[in-house]
């Protein structure tokens, strides 16, 4: 992994003879300035397309990195394909990147992109009614051959009939250009074609003015050791570069200059990533190991494969055997005095919905992280969805209440997973940690923290008896409280406080098996107000927009920042508006009630059919609104924009 | 570190009413257990008995030292994550044929393959007991229960063949009519460095009594039971008059006078491959006819914990303890100012 950084000094309008450094400071080059004289504009949504053996997902990855250190803020949204190798050619094996960049405060991949990559005719099947209209489409008019037609089922060429009518269509013959600047390189025909995504890369960069270095330095350490790749990767991408030079394509070259980002050191996250570092950052907060439990499944296995790097963390991975023995092994751990987390999507929870039971009635901590995907069953694996939150808050036998934290942006992941644990171990339970597909492979400039600055995790283990037998014996009881109503977490391993715990209800106090009813109505109720409890120390909600706005919307998860986006629009264009968007789902911060009370409309975006509006209208008794969608796309701005007014009419 | 305490039997027994029914056989476990721990030289501090649900599952609550009675069947997977947590915890795993072997069957064979540090112990029965009496996944073929009035259809499970199959480095036998022998096993499994799984064939009075009466009565050992011993020819029979020989693969009894002992099978628990183990554990699919019992295999592999642990010392040796600053550093990053 190469890791650079790129000094912008003091203003943001600079010239680009910036220098970009290897980390170890080896290696040095400027970034050179190629935007003199180029249109500027805001922002611009790119949307490359490819089939999944195209490598669009690192055509699109490239771009976005090398935007990132140009300055831009921006979002991604990457789509994959079900099938890891569809059948090429096909509407089915078709993969996707969308960035959107821009040169001011952004929070969603964008509405309609205003260019489309395409480079197979699937591609521009399956992607064409997303581009604005009158936007720029880019094709490899090679891959316009009838099979690759008749594949993605054009009777005919688009680039030839009106298809592409109102558009501008810039063609380029990427496959044969490729193959001819490797030609003198000694490279196969074969692998020389694999290296047209670069062309495309070369091609984009230039109209859209992305320095050309950082691409050049990844690529060099990327495929260190193999020479003929490097060479054919780099000659394709500066033939994509000359190709706009020559084809005269200078009408349709724009800029997008830097962002005024608050100042600080930044990197490009994806939620997986930040969500992965939280829980490494919090563990180091809590002074305890961390144990991740997990069987992998799209799209949350990556949290596996990013704690897995960090054993020099203290952390331990373990990939069990199903999801059952996951979370059986993380609670395990929690048992033991580490911190037990387990990952999956909503299959996932649904089979360790017994062992959150027991967690639940030993009150141990443990976080159980779900990266929802459209579901039910396989559904929609690697498409996004939030209908996973009513499983989070009663997806389990008897009155078993969790905590439920959900992660509002990539970045945010972060911050999501620390609060988790907090709650986790302060309050010895089991909590929810609700991420989905879209924060999951999405991105965003994130400062980064200051590490002095993290939330402290204060904890202890329980190293003293704490109460007297019937016959005047000190003794450990297992299930008496402190303020939090938590109970004392005596680890294996300490001395004189042996003590049994299990799944039969048992005694306040003493921990000892009970069937008596009163008790177990106590323990029921007690229970439950342990976890409301929680509340008390939560920070107050704060609105954002208008004072005297008529609608409120409500958010929770992913749909932050198409809601931020939406409100803000509204306000522009004098809509009265305000917004708020919810970090705990279970219990909820404490003044939420009052505020809905506040406005004469409340609204609620959400990736499912209404969940957490039924959870409000159930629980305050407000006429709350869902504007749902569930067609495993995050919401754009735009369509929330229409929505909200409609409710404004 | 100081000296491990002496402790006694009392030591070990919590203050917790046992409730299993009058004569079941899961007492004489428990008691077997409780005398024996005193001598294994262990602290009840660093002790952890962990199980499912059953009544064999009931177990934890008794012995005082660490214990978790957890749901059915998922004891040893959150077992795996206390001993990975914690290596220097001695941690043992109770329950039922049920448990173990049905809903729990693939945590239990995982366990086995992973060579985690677990002691385990599985009661057999034969039944399942704390559900009143249905068949269980070793119930032999006909059986009549509650839930199969015309007999049970299903080929049972024989315990030690699926430990051996799941290569499981050591695998023993042992019923609830001899505490010494139970004792001994114990304490081998005990020491055990990784997986060890005792099979205990245990009487379920209330349901299933008298499943193992043809082979542990006093009276009959001599001629059901197979002991094994290591480096010994294995014999059986009042006067050692049968024996067991591998032809082609395959264990058989004989008769010693019409073979002579030198082709009788020298029992080799330590054999690398688990074959001829696998092979002795088939001789009795009922429980009327001879049954080995004893140590089938004790062989030594990496213990999986020791391998968890020596990742996390080997990424710290080259990467240097945890930095999270350079953590959120490590992927391109910029500065804006
Ligand atoms: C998820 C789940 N399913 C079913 C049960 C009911 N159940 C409890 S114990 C048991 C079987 C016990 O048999 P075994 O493991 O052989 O133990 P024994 O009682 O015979 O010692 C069953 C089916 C349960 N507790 N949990
Ligand atoms: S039902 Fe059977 S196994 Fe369970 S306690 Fe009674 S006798 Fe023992
Ligand atoms: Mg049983």
Redesign the interface.
């Known amino acids: 992994?190469?890791?650079?950084?790129?000094?912008?000094?003091?203003a943001?309008r600079v010239r680009f003879q910036k220098t970009v450094y290897l980390?170890e400071g080896t290696h040095v080059t400027d970034i050179v300035d190629r935007t003199e004289g180029v249109r500027e504009v805001e922002r611009i949504i790119i949307r490359f397309a490819g089939d999944s053996g195209d490598g669009m997902q690192l055509t699109g990855d490239r771009f976005t990195?090398a935007s990132?250190?140009f300055?831009n803020d921006l979002a991604t949204l990457p789509e994959f394909p079900a099938e890891i190798r569809a059948p090429a050619g096909t509407l089915a094996g078709v993969s996707a990147f969308q960035v959107h960049i821009s040169d001011h405060d952004i929070t969603t991949p964008g509405d309609a992109p205003n260019v489309l990559v395409a480079m197979n005719p699937a591609a521009l099947k399956a992607d064409l009614h997303t581009l604005e209209s009158g936007g720029t489409v880019i094709v490899n008019s090679d891959a316009f051959e009838e099979r690759n037609l008749a594949k993605a089922g054009y009777e005919h060429n688009p680039l030839e009939d009106n298809t592409l009518d109102g558009y501008t269509v810039i063609t380029a013959p990427m496959t044969s250009l490729t193959k001819e600047a490797c030609k003198d390189l000694g490279v196969k025909t074969r692998d020389a074609e694999r290296s047209k995504n670069f062309f495309a890369l070369g091609l984009v960069s230039w109209l859209y003015s992305r320095p050309e270095e950082?691409t050049m330095l990844w690529i060099q350490e990327k495929f260190k050791g193999r020479d003929l790749v490097i060479a054919a990767n780099e000659a394709a991408y500066r033939a994509g570069n000359a190709f706009g030079e020559t084809a005269e394509l200078s009408a349709s070259r724009m800029t997008v200059r830097p962002a005024q980002?608050?100042?600080?050191?930044?990197?490009?996250?994806n939620g997986n990533?930040a969500l992965s570092?939280g829980l490494?950052?919090a563990s180091?907060q809590a002074g305890l190991?961390l144990?991740l439990?997990s069987y992998p499944i799209t799209p949350a296995s990556d949290i596996l494969h990013e704690l897995s790097k960090?054993?020099?963390?203290?952390?331990?991975t373990?990939q069990?055997?199903?999801e059952?023995?996951?979370i059986?092994?993380?609670?395990?751990?929690?048992?033991?005095?580490?911190i037990?987390i387990t990952t999956t999507s909503g299959p996932g929870i649904a089979l360790k919905g017994?062992?959150l039971?027991?967690a639940v009635s030993?009150e141990l901590p443990l976080v159980v992280i779900d990266i929802q995907r459209g579901g039910p069953s396989t559904g929609l694996p690697t498409k996004t969805e939030a209908a996973d939150l009513m499983m989070a808050m009663y997806g389990r036998h008897g009155e078993a209440p969790m905590p439920i934290v959900a992660a509002s942006s990539p970045s945010d992941c972060f911050d999501a997973a620390i609060e988790a644990v907090r709650i986790a171990l302060e309050y010895r339970t089991p909590v929810m940690l609700l991420s989905d597909g879209y924060l999951a492979n999405g991105t965003e400039p994130w400062?980064?923290?200051d590490?002095g600055s993290l939330p402290s995790i204060d904890i202890e283990f329980a190293s003293e008896l704490n109460g007297v037998?019937s016959e005047g014996r000190e003794v450990y009881w297992p299930y008496v409280r402190n303020d939090n109503l938590a109970r004392p977490w005596a680890?294996?391993?300490?001395?004189?406080?042996?003590?049994?715990?299990?799944?039969?209800e048992k005694q306040d106090g003493t921990g000892?098996?009970s069937y008596d009813p009163a008790n177990h109505e106590f323990m029921v109720h007690l229970r439950e107000e342990r976890i409301l409890k929680i509340a008390d120390k939560l920070p107050p909600l704060e609105v954002m927009g208008d004072d005297d706005a008529d609608i409120l919307v409500v958010g929770w998860g992913s749909t932050w920042g198409a809601i931020t986006s939406a409100v803000g629009r509204l306000r522009r264009g004098g809509t009265k508006v305000a917004s708020v968007h919810l970090r705990h789902l279970y219990p909820f911060a404490p003044n939420l009630g009052e505020l809905l009370q506040r406005y004469d409309h409340v609204v609620v975006p959400e990736m499912n059919l209404g969940q957490l509006t039924k959870l409000l209208r159930a629980e305050f008794l407000v006429d709350a609104k869902a504007i749902s969608k569930v067609s495993g796309q995050p919401f754009t701005a735009a369509e929330l924009v229409t929505k909200i007014q409609e409710v404004a009419q | 570190m100081s000296a491990v305490p002496v402790t006694t039997k009392k030591d070990w027994s919590s203050d917790q009413e046992v409730r299993w029914c009058p004569g079941c056989g899961d007492y004489s476990i428990l008691t077997a257990m409780q005398l024996l721990m005193p001598e294994l030289e262990v602290r009840r501090e660093d002790t952890v008995f962990i199980s499912g649900i059953g009544c064999a599952a009931r177990f934890p609550y008794y012995m005082n030292s660490y214990g978790m009675h957890s749901i059915h069947g998922r004891s040893p997977a959150i077992a795996t994550g206390l001993a990975m947590a914690r290596p220097d915890l001695d941690v043992w795993v109770v329950g039922g044929d049920g448990d173990m072997l049905s809903i729990g069957g693939n945590h239990l064979i995982h366990a086995l393959r992973r060579n985690i540090n677990l002691t385990i112990l599985l009661f057999n029965n034969q039944i399942y007991g704390l559900t009143k009496g249905q068949y269980s996944p070793t119930s032999e073929v006909g059986k009549v229960t509650k839930s199969t009035p015309m007999g049970s259809i299903d080929q049972p499970f024989n315990p030690i063949s699926v430990a051996l199959g799941a290569e499981a480095t050591f695998v023993a036998r042992t019923h609830d009519m001899d505490r010494g022998h139970m004792q001994e096993m114990f304490r081998r499994a005990h020491d055990h460095q990784g997986s060890a799984i005792v099979e205990v064939f245990q009487n379920c009075n209330v349901f299933n009594d008298g499943a193992f009466n043809a082979i542990t009565k006093k009276d009959a050992r001599d001629a059901m039971l197979i002991n094994l011993t290591h480096g010994e020819p294995v014999r059986f029979g009042v006067d050692g008059e049968r024996g067991v020989m591998i032809v082609d693969g395959t264990a058989k009894i004989v008769d010693v006078a019409e073979v002579g002992i030198d082709v009788l099978h020298v029992h080799d628990e330590t054999a690398p491959d688990p074959s001829v183990a696998f092979s002795i554990s088939r001789l009795a699919d009922d429980r009327e006819s001879p049954t080995p019992v004893g140590v089938f295999r004790s062989v030594q592999r990496r213990e999986y914990g020791e391998s968890v642990s020596s990742q996390i010392a080997a990424a710290q040796d080259t990467k240097g303890p945890g930095d999270l600053h350079g953590l959120l550093r490590s992927l391109p990053t910029w500065d804006v100012s």
Do not use: C
């Open positions: 992994m190469i890791a650079w950084w790129v000094p912008l000094s003091a943001r980390r990195s990132a250190l300055g950082p980002l608050p100042a600080g050191t930044y990197t490009n996250i990533t570092w490494i950052a180091q190991p144990f439990g960090h054993k020099n963390f203290g952390v331990r373990f069990a055997e199903d059952i023995a996951a059986g092994s993380a609670l395990g751990a929690s048992y033991g005095g580490h037990g017994e062992t039971g027991l030993l400062k980064l923290p590490i037998d680890i294996p391993g300490t001395e004189a406080l042996m003590h049994r715990i299990g799944g039969i000892n098996i």
